[in-house]
């Protein structure tokens, strides 16, 4: 009995020190990240608590946290076991914030001006329905069951979708939601917001404020060999900076949007790895750098939180988006903006009509082109903060799709060749969800 005693306490001490060589030092991220995604689904999109436990924080690990929501101070806690407490803070017009612990949550903030347009237009240029249209070249029976397809059948949980929107010639031609989301949900897009942060710059160069051929405009990077790094290398992740992109461990990525107070700078401090446009390295650092970049283009703070939403968001009647700010004051361009699926449908729209919005033109035609165009290196399957089909990922889609990707299958997908746009909000990635036959059915219902 003895001996079963001190080998099971052995034991016991073998347990306790693999959870503190391998999960501990995570605790700050999986409960950072519960908080957080607990408080912007609860504040912004009003979904309950078990919904969110058992959709946004079904994944490895982040089972483990608990979650308290003080509905009345509107904030989130989570801890894992009772260790690594964080605290996520909801404020009304900037959504949630992962904060510290020294953070002062009694300091003044500012919420961008919004403004929303009020036309008797359909949808996508105004809130009426849109008219009844049919289009022969379409056939319905077959989109209908392309769209359901992409959902599980009543007790399975495989493919995950909680959304799914075809817009074809302007028109929403098969629009499905999953149990309790509508169209009025409002879904987070993860990484589909770099492509919204990246668009800013095709807007201020077209503007002719901005000239994303010149060097990046980064006082700190001046007397180094960072100085040849050019905006155009940041927009299309070829920069040559140091990054590491790994969720699954405590990394660059990782620190940087569950510990980190300024998401801008992590990025901008890296050292340069490369030469630029020799290596293409996906980096969510370098998009919220990107951010931090357009914040120094203006004189005030106001200035930068307004120019989100009147230049774009709010310019296209995609009033239900959100991007949340990082504790700094920084929109998180690379991860937190949350929309209705089909306000995030009117930014594929823009680019599907090369920046034109009904009539007026917010970039320049060639910029579509330019975000659609591969990285080098990127073996066709990257562009200007969006993802490409150049290189035949899906081969059953034209290669002229590119694409707005997140976190677990977001996806805003552009056809130009077939003058669609679909949507697609979910749980499960390319290796669960079969995008490829997806696409391919809703392109072969029209002839």
């Known amino acids: 009995m003895k001996k079963f005693l001190k080998y099971f306490g052995f034991l016991i001490l073998l347990i306790v020190f693999y959870f503190g060589a391998t999960t501990y030092p995570k605790l700050d991220i999986l409960s950072g990240f519960a908080a957080k995604s607990v408080a912007s689904g609860h504040f912004i999109d009003r979904r309950p608590l078990e919904v969110i436990q058992q959709g946004d924080n079904d994944i490895d690990l982040v089972r483990l946290a608990s979650i308290d929501i003080n509905k009345e101070s509107k904030f989130a806690t989570s801890s894992v076991y009772g260790l690594k407490k964080r605290k996520a803070i909801y404020r009304e017009g900037l959504g949630a914030t992962l904060v510290t612990d020294d953070y002062d949550e009694t ?11 009020e036309t008797n237009l359909p949808f996508p240029y105004g809130d009426q329905n849109q008219k009844d249209t049919v289009f ?10 392309a769209v359901a397809d992409a959902f599980d059948k009543p007790g399975f949980k495989t493919k995950r979708t909680r959304a799914l929107l075809v817009i074809y010639k302007d028109q929403i031609i098969a629009e499905k939601y999953e149990n309790e989301f509508t169209k009025n949900t409002r879904f987070l897009g993860w990484s589909m917001t770099k492509s919204i942060t990246a668009t800013y710059f095709g807007l201020l160069q077209y503007q002719g404020k901005i000239d994303i051929n010149k060097p990046a405009p980064v006082n700190e990077w001046a007397n180094d060999e960072r100085s040849k790094i050019t905006l155009h ?25 569950f510990i980190e107070e300024d998401m801008a700078k992590i990025q901008l401090e890296k050292s340069a790895a490369f030469e630029p446009n020799t290596h293409w390295n996906y980096s969510s650092g370098t998009t919220n750098l990107l951010s931090g970049i357009l914040r120094r ?3 005030t703070h106001r200035e930068y939180l307004d120019f989100w939403y009147a230049s774009l968001i709010d310019r296209i009647g995609m009033h239900s988006m959100l991007i ?10 690379s991860s937190y903006g949350w929309a209705t699926a089909r306000d995030w449908a009117k930014f594929g729209l823009l680019y599907l009509h090369e920046g034109n ?3 007026e033109q917010l970039f320049d035609k060639s910029w579509a082109k330019y975000v659609a165009t591969p990285t080098p290196t990127s073996n066709g399957e990257y562009g200007g903060h969006f993802w490409l089909n150049a290189g035949g990922k899906y081969p059953d889609v034209p290669k002229d799709m590119y694409f707005c990707g997140g976190f677990q299958g977001q996806k805003v997908i552009i056809i130009p060749s077939k003058e669609l746009v679909i949507i697609r909000f979910g749980l499960t990635e390319d290796e669960d969800f079969d995008f490829n036959g997806m696409m391919k059915g809703v392109i072969e219902s029209i002839k």
Do not use: C, H
């Not at 300091?107 to 347009?117: E, I, S």
């Not at 949340?324 to 361009?333: I, L, Q, R, S, T």
């Open 233 to 257: 290398n940041l927009i299309q992740m070829n920069s040559g900076l140091e990054w590491e992109e790994d969720y699954g461990k405590i990394s660059d990525v990782t620190k940087m949007l």
């Open 136 to 145: 022969p070249e379409v056939d319905y029976q077959k989109l209908k069951k």
């Open 107 to 117: 300091q003044p903030y500012l919420v961008p001006k919004r403004t929303k347009l």
């Open 297 to 299: 283009q203006f004189k």
């Open 324 to 333: 949340e700010p990082d504790m700094a004051g920084n929109f998180v361009g």
């Open 357 to 359: 919005w009904n009539g």
